[in-house]
C-alpha cells in the first residue's frame, strides 16, 4: 500500500516555494485534529517552572553535552533526578556550521520550561574531546547524537537541527526511526536539485573578503549575512561580541570548518529523505541572506510527512533574529501527537 503522505504548507511564500516544486500538498483535516500532548508529563508548580537549571557532561566517547531543565529534575547541582527526568519529554538541538552549544545563547533555556533541552558540541567541536577525522560523515555527527541520548538513557526524543545540525536530524531520522518523536528542521540544505547553490555567493565572497582579517571584524561581517536585515544594529552587535568571545574560547576552528563542509558536501542523496517516517516540520526565515529558502522547499518536497513554514523577517539564524516565533513554531509542532497517523 502505498505510504499516505501529508503535506501543508504555513503562509504564502511557503505556498509558492511548495508549488515551484510542484510538491503534492493538501490540507489534511486529521492533521489539525491530532492531540495534542503534554511535552512535561507532570504537573509542576508555577514556582518550579521558574526555576531553569543547566548542566554539561561529557560521554565516554568524549563528546560534550549540555541539559537544560526544571531544577527539580536534579538532585543536586550537577546530577539528574532520573524520576523526574525521564517523565518529561526531550528535545535535542544540533547546532551549525562550527557552531558549539554556547551558540543557542538563551533559546534553550526558553524551551527547558516545557521539556528537557539537550545540546551537544559534535565532535571536533567545542569541549568535546573527540576528533573528527577527515572521513567526517553526516552519519557520524548523527552517532554523536545517539552517543548522548545513550549517555543519558533517553529512549526517544524530538530533534532539532540548524542549518547542518539540519542535515544531522535527517540523518538521525533515517538511521534510528524508532528513537525520534518527530524532527525539526530550520533553514538546511541537501544540495541536488533545488535550483540555487547551497550558499549565496554574495555571502561566501563577503565572508571570505573578512576570512583573513578574523576576530570582531570577521564576525561584524558574519552578522550582515547570518541575520536578518531587519534585525536591530544593536542586536547585530551583541551577536558579533559574544560570537568573537567564543572563537577566542574555543578557537578559530578552520580545519574542523573545512572537515564539516566536506561532510555537507556528501550530503546530497535527497531521496533517502522519502524513507523518513517521523513528522517533520520544515522552518526558514524568509529574509535568509545566506542559504535560498528554495533549499527548505526541497527538503520538504522529499518528505512524506511534513509541514513547510517560513517566518517572516527571519534570518538564517532565527533563534537571534525570531526567538518567540521560533519557539512557538517548534512547540506548537512538537505538541502535536502524530503516533497514530497511517505511516503506510
Not at 504537573?43 to 557532561?57: D, P
Not at 526511526?177 to 541536488?192: D, F, H
Not at 518536497?301 to 517560513?310: D, K, P
Not at 516565533?325 to 503506510?344: G, K
Amino acid at each position: 500500500m502505498k505510504r499516505r503522505r501529508f503535506k501543508i504548507v504555513e503562509g504564502q511564500l511557503a505556498k509558492k516555494l511548495a508549488v515551484r516544486y510542484d510538491t503534492p500538498f493538501l490540507k489534511d483535516a486529521s492533521i489539525d485534529k491530532a492531540p495534542v500532548v503534554s511535552l512535561e508529563s507532570q504537573s509542576f508548580t508555577k514556582e518550579e517552572k521558574s526555576q531553569v537549571q543547566q548542566s554539561s557532561y561529557i560521554t565516554k566517547g568524549g563528546i560534550s553535552y549540555r541539559v537544560s531543565s526544571l531544577k527539580v529534575c536534579f538532585h543536586t547541582s550537577h546530577h539528574i533526578n532520573e524520576e523526574v527526568f525521564h517523565k518529561r519529554r526531550s528535545l535535542v538541538m544540533i547546532n551549525g556550521l562550527t557552531r558549539t552549544k554556547d551558540h543557542w545563547v538563551y533559546f534553550d533555556r526558553s524551551l527547558a520550561k516545557d521539556l528537557n533541552v539537550i545540546t551537544l558540541d559534535p565532535r571536533g567541536i567545542g569541549e568535546s574531546r573527540q576528533k573528527a577525522d577527515w572521513n567526517l560523515s553526516i552519519d557520524h555527527m548523527s552517532d554523536d547524537v545517539k552517543e548522548v541520548l545513550d549517555d543519558l538513557n533517553v529512549e526517544k526524543a524530538y530533534i532539532l537541527g540548524f542549518s547542518l545540525g539540519g542535515m544531522t536530524a535527517l540523518m538521525f531520522g533515517l538511521r534510528y526511526p524508532r528513537r525520534v518523536y518527530s524532527l525539526v528542521v530550520i533553514n538546511s540544505s541537501i544540495g541536488g536539485g533545488a535550483r540555487s547553490l547551497r550558499l549565496y555567493p554574495k555571502s561566501i565572497l563577503g565572508l571570505a573578503g573578512s576570512l583573513t582579517k578574523g576576530g570582531k571584524s570577521f564576525h561584524d561581517s558574519l552578522s550582515q549575512y547570518v541575520l536578518s536585515l531587519r534585525t536591530p544594529v544593536e542586536m547585530r552587535e551583541w551577536a558579533a561580541n559574544l560570537w568573537s568571545n567564543l572563537e577566542k574560547r574555543y578557537g578559530k576552528g578552520i580545519m574542523i570548518t573545512f572537515k564539516q563542509l566536506v561532510a555537507a558536501s556528501r550530503f546530497r542523496n535527497p531521496h533517502k529523505l522519502l524513507a523518513i517516517k517521523a513528522p517533520t516540520l520544515v522552518l526558514y526565515g524568509e529574509n535568509d541572506n545566506f542559504v535560498a529558502s528554495s533549499h527548505s522547499a526541497y527538503i520538504f518536497s522529499h518528505l512524506a510527512l511534513a509541514v513547510l513554514e517560513g517566518i517572516e523577517n527571519g534570518g538564517h539564524e532565527l533563534h537571534f533574529d525570531k526567538p518567540f516565533q521560533l519557539r512557538d513554531s517548534v512547540v506548537r509542532f512538537i505538541s502535536r501527537d502524530f503516533s497514530d497517523y497511517p505511516q503506510s
